[in-house]
């Protein structure tokens, strides 16, 4: 979701921001994340009640970060390593090495 999705939501969902809030709520909007933005709108929804009247301003989207940062929910790439484990004769090869340069670096 974007800064402008989430905008358009909140005031759908809660009501228009007044005027001397609109900039403000936008300069903390435009930077953060989509992934962001859709945590903080679930958490929103079961934290900010509609009841109050008027659209969650900046307070409200801080006092609820650290939830909607918790739940972030990222896509992730499933990485498969193929390749084979390395046989006892190269870990040999590789302690040795090491070894020799850790002698190397002591004085």
Known sequence: MTAIDFAKWVQGYYGKYPEGQKRDIWDYLKGKS??????????????YSAKWGHAPDIAIFEENRREATDSIK???LAIEDTRPDATPEEMAMFAAAFERLLKKATP
């Open 74 to 76: 990222y896509d992730t």
């Open 34 to 47: 989509p992934e962001y933005l859709d945590s903080l709108k679930e958490v929103l929804k079961r934290r």
